[in-house]
């Protein structure tokens, strides 16, 4: 940690070379139509690249690649133990380049790279250790039948699976995807975010270094409204698994619908809550959390704890504690090491964020931050924001804002908590904070959120699921669990 926060991290970033092809049947390639979009720095607003805009004709070859790889059995015919192999190299090249793919997730989306360096590269290698290990401790079944007869229950690869990851954690989301769908030997499509596709196409090629075949892996750049349009509709694509907004999450059940009916995977929007009871011992600890639940990543998390509920008697005076903390997170540049909050990803993000906050200011109080700002005169940077007083039916109670952005409430009951917390129509997260071992029980049995946090926020592990109820989606990634959505089960039954 201390080598890296003195690392020269601009140095570095002059040195990147950006991949700006698709990658597709195991090489770089440009689009069919020539056609490109511009893949901008949202901290400067420099042109970083200008990257290959996949349309119908491109993500076709690229399922075309996946399907005869898949069905020739270069990767889906390899032996558990062969392809946990790959997935270890693959994993042990991740953090042989940690400072390259740190720098492109930092200067394609604006996080931080000491974030990137630290947490993201990391823990995308781990995950694609934790898959390679598991594959080959996945055990099939034999049903109990009655005498003369034998029924085997297998997990079979489902085929070829079109994987379509946001912008907020590039490597990281690509990775929760990929990883599962890989070591069961499944061929993968890949649509990265038109905001930040410059990992992912970097990871295609340490994918082939590691050892796995030309075609299993491909790299569809490109605009969602035409790539990921494309991907959802292909009728050779046997499964969608896609992180992003509730919307367009509903487009790809759509778009299933219009064509071959594959299985779709949503990990979709959130609208996190964070209960603060009043027996919780230890409140500078519950607002370093609520803190870092809301401004880490620019806010830019889908299961940020952006509602933060907190009992009358202490309500004011963790206010003060919140905004106290709220001054530790400084919008600086991205590369620098000793900065606390990075850039929004692009202008049009910035100015949604903008919109909630000139909202909040008519209809809640004010108190701290709500402005845009630039760094060294450039960039796309929102201060970090904290409105308290927010009604449950305001915007910014409901809607996800996906920004540093926290409204704050109070309760006066468990039971008024419990209702404010589900009052919503996803079912994500949800943190609470007490030392009543009872409570912490009981309220976390009745809030309906995937994953509940007890005096932490937003805990989330490679052996643990994450994903959400109601419309926060469908399916879980990560743990073991995350084979079931890149597999089928056959049952083979023999009398005898």
Not at 288 to 312: H, K, P, T, W, Y
Request: aromatic share 8%; with cysteine; glycine share 8%.
């Amino acid at each position: 940690m201390t080598d890296l926060a003195r690392h020269d991290w601009t140095k570095e970033a002059a040195a990147v070379r950006f991949r700006d092809k698709a990658f597709i049947g195991g090489k770089p390639v440009d689009a069919l139509s020539g056609e490109t979009f511009d893949c901008i720095n949202p901290a400067t607003g420099g042109l970083l690249a200008k990257v290959a805009a996949c349309g119908e004709a491109d993500v076709d070859q690229a399922v075309k690649s996946a399907r005869a790889a898949f069905d020739d059995g270069r990767w889906s015919g390899r032996s558990p133990a062969d392809r946990k192999a790959v997935l270890l190299k693959l994993a042990d090249l991740i953090r042989a380049n940690m400072i390259e793919l740190a720098l492109l997730d930092s200067l394609d989306m604006g996080k931080l790279v000491m974030d990137a360096a630290t947490v993201d590269v990391p823990g995308s290698a781990a995950i694609f250790q934790w898959y390679a290990e598991a594959i080959d401790k996945v055990y099939d079944e034999v049903a109990p039948t009655g005498p003369g007869n034998l029924a085997i229950v297998r997990r079979e690869p489902l085929g070829v699976v079109g994987a379509v990851v946001p912008w907020n954690f590039p490597l990281d989301m690509a990775t929760w995807k990929c990883a599962p769908a890989l070591a069961m030997g499944n061929s993968v499509v890949l649509k990265p975010a038109e905001q930040s596709p410059l990992s992912a196409l970097r990871l295609a090629e340490l994918a082939v270094e590691a050892g796995l075949p030309e075609g299993v892996l491909n790299v569809v750049p490109g605009l969602g409204e035409v790539t990921g349009r494309a991907l959802g509709l292909h009728p050779d694509v046997d499964c969608i698994t896609f992180t992003g907004s509730t919307q367009v999450g509903k487009y790809f059940l759509g778009y299933s619908a219009q064509s071959n009916m594959k299985q779709v995977w949503l990990e979709c929007g959130g609208k996190s809550p964070n209960l603060i009871f009043a027996d919780c011992e230890d409140l500078d600890a519950a607002a370093d959390m609520a803190a870092f639940g809301i401004f880490f990543n620019q806010g830019e998390i889908c299961s940020a704890n952006s509602r933060l509920l907190v009992e009358r008697p202490i309500a004011e005076a963790f206010l003060e504690k919140m905004a106290e903390r709220a001054k530790r997170y400084t919008p600086g540049n991205p590369l620098d090491a000793t900065s606390s909050m990075g850039a929004i990803v692009d202008e049009s993000q910035a100015a949604r964020i903008m919109s909630f906050i000139e909202h909040g200011r008519k209809t809640s109080r004010l108190v701290s931050g709500g402005e845009q700002v630039r760094v060294d005169g450039k960039g796309c940077f929102v201060q970090p924001t904290i409105f308290a007083d927010v009604d449950a039916d305001d915007r910014l109670s409901r809607e996800e804002i996906f920004g540093p952005v926290l409204a704050v409430s109070t309760f006066d009951s468990e039971g008024e908590a419990i209702a404010r917390a589900n009052d919503t129509i996803y079912g994500l997260a949800a943190s609470v904070w007490t030392s009543n071992l009872s409570r912490a029980h009981r309220v976390s049995e009745k809030l309906r959120a995937g994953t509940v946090s007890v005096n932490t926020v937003d805990a989330l592990s490679p052996m643990t699921p994450f994903g959400g109820f109601k419309q926060s989606g469908i399916g879980r990634d990560l743990s073991l669990h995350a084979f079931d959505k890149f597999s089928g089960l056959k049952t083979t039954w023999i009398k005898y």
